[in-house]
T-cell receptor
Protein backbone atom coordinates (compact mmCIF):
# COMPACT_ATOMS: atom_id res chain seq x y z
CA UNK A 1 0.00 0.00 0.00
CA UNK A 2 1.13 3.51 -0.75
CA UNK A 3 1.82 5.46 2.37
CA UNK A 4 1.93 9.23 2.60
CA UNK A 5 2.64 10.57 6.05
CA UNK A 6 2.58 14.08 7.43
CA UNK A 7 4.61 15.20 10.41
CA UNK A 8 1.73 16.46 12.54
CA UNK A 9 -2.04 15.98 12.65
CA UNK A 10 -2.66 19.15 14.65
CA UNK A 11 -0.45 22.19 14.99
CA UNK A 12 -0.96 25.51 16.80
CA UNK A 13 1.38 28.39 16.04
CA UNK A 14 1.51 32.10 16.70
CA UNK A 15 1.39 34.88 14.13
CA UNK A 16 4.85 35.57 12.74
CA UNK A 17 6.30 32.14 13.56
CA UNK A 18 8.07 30.10 10.91
CA UNK A 19 6.20 26.85 10.33
CA UNK A 20 7.44 23.65 8.70
CA UNK A 21 5.05 20.98 7.47
CA UNK A 22 6.71 17.76 6.40
CA UNK A 23 5.41 15.11 4.03
CA UNK A 24 7.01 11.75 3.30
CA UNK A 25 5.94 9.10 0.78
CA UNK A 26 7.28 5.59 0.47
CA UNK A 27 6.38 4.68 -3.12
CA UNK A 28 9.14 6.41 -5.05
CA UNK A 29 6.62 8.80 -6.59
CA UNK A 30 7.97 11.54 -8.83
CA UNK A 31 5.22 14.05 -8.11
CA UNK A 32 4.36 15.57 -4.76
CA UNK A 33 1.75 18.21 -3.95
CA UNK A 34 0.70 20.53 -1.15
CA UNK A 35 -2.93 21.61 -0.90
CA UNK A 36 -4.92 23.58 1.57
CA UNK A 37 -8.57 22.80 2.20
CA UNK A 38 -11.04 25.38 3.45
CA UNK A 39 -14.80 25.01 3.93
CA UNK A 40 -16.75 25.72 0.76
CA UNK A 41 -13.61 26.12 -1.34
CA UNK A 42 -12.41 22.58 -1.83
CA UNK A 43 -8.75 21.74 -2.18
CA UNK A 44 -6.51 24.40 -3.64
CA UNK A 45 -3.03 23.69 -4.88
CA UNK A 46 -0.24 25.64 -3.18
CA UNK A 47 2.89 24.12 -4.75
CA UNK A 48 3.88 20.93 -6.46
CA UNK A 49 7.11 19.22 -7.37
CA UNK A 50 7.76 16.77 -10.18
CA UNK A 51 11.33 15.93 -9.25
CA UNK A 52 13.96 16.48 -6.60
CA UNK A 53 14.87 20.15 -6.26
CA UNK A 54 12.11 21.07 -8.75
CA UNK A 55 9.06 23.07 -7.72
CA UNK A 56 6.16 24.78 -9.42
CA UNK A 57 3.68 27.29 -8.07
CA UNK A 58 0.09 26.22 -7.79
CA UNK A 59 -2.96 28.43 -7.52
CA UNK A 60 -2.20 30.07 -4.15
CA UNK A 61 1.58 30.11 -3.52
CA UNK A 62 1.68 33.50 -1.77
CA UNK A 63 2.99 33.26 1.78
CA UNK A 64 4.40 29.76 1.24
CA UNK A 65 7.60 28.16 0.04
CA UNK A 66 8.59 24.53 -0.45
CA UNK A 67 11.65 22.35 -0.40
CA UNK A 68 12.31 18.98 -2.03
CA UNK A 69 15.85 17.86 -1.27
CA UNK A 70 15.02 14.14 -1.42
CA UNK A 71 12.54 12.32 -3.61
CA UNK A 72 10.50 10.99 -0.73
CA UNK A 73 10.18 14.23 1.23
CA UNK A 74 8.35 17.46 0.38
CA UNK A 75 8.26 20.28 2.90
CA UNK A 76 5.89 23.23 3.04
CA UNK A 77 7.21 26.33 4.78
CA UNK A 78 5.27 29.28 6.11
CA UNK A 79 7.95 31.93 6.52
CA UNK A 80 5.83 34.13 8.79
CA UNK A 81 2.54 32.53 9.71
CA UNK A 82 -0.60 34.63 9.57
CA UNK A 83 -4.11 33.96 10.85
CA UNK A 84 -5.46 33.57 7.31
CA UNK A 85 -3.21 30.54 6.92
CA UNK A 86 -5.27 28.66 9.48
CA UNK A 87 -6.44 25.70 7.44
CA UNK A 88 -6.19 21.98 6.78
CA UNK A 89 -3.05 21.17 4.80
CA UNK A 90 -2.95 18.02 2.70
CA UNK A 91 0.03 16.47 1.01
CA UNK A 92 -0.30 14.09 -1.93
CA UNK A 93 1.99 12.13 -4.19
CA UNK A 94 1.70 10.37 -7.53
CA UNK A 95 3.69 8.71 -10.26
CA UNK A 96 4.57 10.84 -13.25
CA UNK A 97 2.38 10.79 -16.34
CA UNK A 98 -1.05 12.07 -17.28
CA UNK A 99 -3.28 9.45 -15.61
CA UNK A 100 -1.59 9.69 -12.29
CA UNK A 101 -3.83 8.95 -9.35
CA UNK A 102 -2.87 11.00 -6.32
CA UNK A 103 -2.45 9.43 -2.89
CA UNK A 104 -3.13 11.69 0.03
CA UNK A 105 -1.68 12.02 3.50
CA UNK A 106 -3.88 12.31 6.60
CA UNK A 107 -3.69 16.10 6.71
CA UNK A 108 -2.38 18.65 9.19
CA UNK A 109 -4.86 20.99 10.79
CA UNK A 110 -2.91 24.21 11.41
CA UNK A 111 -4.24 26.95 13.66
CA UNK A 112 -2.43 30.30 13.68
CA UNK A 113 -3.31 32.45 16.66
CA UNK B 1 -17.88 30.27 -10.85
CA UNK B 2 -16.00 27.21 -9.72
CA UNK B 3 -14.80 24.97 -12.54
CA UNK B 4 -16.11 21.95 -10.64
CA UNK B 5 -19.53 22.11 -9.03
CA UNK B 6 -20.93 19.43 -6.78
CA UNK B 7 -24.46 18.90 -5.56
CA UNK B 8 -25.81 18.62 -3.04
CA UNK B 9 -23.47 20.28 -0.55
CA UNK B 10 -24.92 18.28 2.30
CA UNK B 11 -26.91 15.07 2.22
CA UNK B 12 -28.54 13.12 5.03
CA UNK B 13 -29.90 9.66 4.36
CA UNK B 14 -31.29 6.70 6.25
CA UNK B 15 -29.36 3.46 6.26
CA UNK B 16 -30.21 1.40 3.20
CA UNK B 17 -31.10 4.32 0.94
CA UNK B 18 -29.71 4.77 -2.55
CA UNK B 19 -27.45 7.85 -2.69
CA UNK B 20 -26.53 10.00 -5.68
CA UNK B 21 -23.94 12.77 -5.65
CA UNK B 22 -23.51 14.89 -8.77
CA UNK B 23 -20.53 16.65 -10.27
CA UNK B 24 -20.52 19.09 -13.18
CA UNK B 25 -17.41 20.63 -14.67
CA UNK B 26 -16.71 23.32 -17.22
CA UNK B 27 -13.24 22.46 -18.55
CA UNK B 28 -12.01 19.83 -20.95
CA UNK B 29 -10.72 16.95 -18.93
CA UNK B 30 -8.49 13.93 -19.35
CA UNK B 31 -9.81 12.19 -16.22
CA UNK B 32 -12.25 12.62 -13.36
CA UNK B 33 -11.65 11.37 -9.82
CA UNK B 34 -14.01 10.65 -6.96
CA UNK B 35 -12.38 10.92 -3.54
CA UNK B 36 -13.63 10.10 -0.06
CA UNK B 37 -12.55 12.09 2.98
CA UNK B 38 -13.33 10.71 6.41
CA UNK B 39 -13.57 12.81 9.57
CA UNK B 40 -10.00 13.56 10.64
CA UNK B 41 -8.93 14.45 7.12
CA UNK B 42 -7.53 11.41 5.32
CA UNK B 43 -8.49 11.25 1.64
CA UNK B 44 -8.87 8.04 -0.29
CA UNK B 45 -9.24 7.74 -4.03
CA UNK B 46 -12.41 5.82 -4.96
CA UNK B 47 -12.46 6.00 -8.74
CA UNK B 48 -10.64 7.45 -11.70
CA UNK B 49 -12.79 7.71 -14.84
CA UNK B 50 -12.30 8.95 -18.35
CA UNK B 51 -15.45 7.42 -19.85
CA UNK B 52 -18.43 5.18 -19.09
CA UNK B 53 -18.97 3.58 -15.75
CA UNK B 54 -17.02 1.88 -12.97
CA UNK B 55 -18.25 -0.22 -10.07
CA UNK B 56 -16.56 -1.18 -6.84
CA UNK B 57 -18.68 -2.98 -4.28
CA UNK B 58 -21.65 -0.75 -3.45
CA UNK B 59 -20.14 2.24 -5.23
CA UNK B 60 -20.83 3.13 -8.85
CA UNK B 61 -19.37 6.07 -10.74
CA UNK B 62 -20.54 7.24 -14.14
CA UNK B 63 -19.37 9.97 -16.45
CA UNK B 64 -20.95 11.65 -19.48
CA UNK B 65 -18.19 13.45 -21.33
CA UNK B 66 -20.55 15.27 -23.72
CA UNK B 67 -22.61 16.68 -20.86
CA UNK B 68 -19.54 17.26 -18.62
CA UNK B 69 -21.23 15.50 -15.77
CA UNK B 70 -20.45 12.65 -13.42
CA UNK B 71 -22.42 10.91 -10.71
CA UNK B 72 -21.37 8.83 -7.74
CA UNK B 73 -23.97 6.35 -6.51
CA UNK B 74 -23.97 4.39 -3.28
CA UNK B 75 -26.35 1.46 -3.04
CA UNK B 76 -27.63 0.15 0.31
CA UNK B 77 -25.97 3.02 2.19
CA UNK B 78 -24.48 2.38 5.62
CA UNK B 79 -23.45 4.72 8.45
CA UNK B 80 -19.80 3.95 7.72
CA UNK B 81 -20.32 5.62 4.30
CA UNK B 82 -20.63 8.94 6.16
CA UNK B 83 -17.86 11.12 4.80
CA UNK B 84 -17.16 14.01 2.47
CA UNK B 85 -17.11 12.98 -1.18
CA UNK B 86 -14.99 15.11 -3.48
CA UNK B 87 -15.07 15.29 -7.25
CA UNK B 88 -11.82 16.28 -8.93
CA UNK B 89 -11.01 16.72 -12.62
CA UNK B 90 -7.70 16.70 -14.40
CA UNK B 91 -7.65 19.51 -16.93
CA UNK B 92 -6.85 18.36 -20.46
CA UNK B 93 -4.94 21.55 -21.28
CA UNK B 94 -2.50 21.84 -18.42
CA UNK B 95 -2.93 18.59 -16.50
CA UNK B 96 -3.85 20.52 -13.33
CA UNK B 97 -6.29 18.99 -10.88
CA UNK B 98 -9.39 21.00 -10.01
CA UNK B 99 -11.48 20.04 -7.00
CA UNK B 100 -15.12 20.46 -6.11
CA UNK B 101 -16.02 21.78 -2.68
CA UNK B 102 -17.24 18.36 -1.59
CA UNK B 103 -20.54 16.78 -0.56
CA UNK B 104 -20.95 15.93 3.11
CA UNK B 105 -22.90 12.69 3.43
CA UNK B 106 -24.39 11.55 6.73
CA UNK B 107 -26.05 8.15 6.82
CA UNK B 108 -28.19 7.58 9.90
CA UNK B 109 -28.85 4.10 11.32
Amino acid sequence: DVKVTQSSRYLVKRTGEKVFLECVQDMDHENMFWYRQDPGLGLRLIYFSYDVKMKEKGDIPEGYSVSREKKERFSLILESASTNQTSMYLCASSYGGMYNEQFFGPGTRLTVL
Amino acid sequence: KNEVEQSPQNLTAQEGEFITINCSYSVGISALHWLQQHPGGGIVSLFMLSSGKKKHGRLIATINIQEKHSSLHITASHPRDSAVYICAVRSYNNNDMRFGAGTRLTVKP
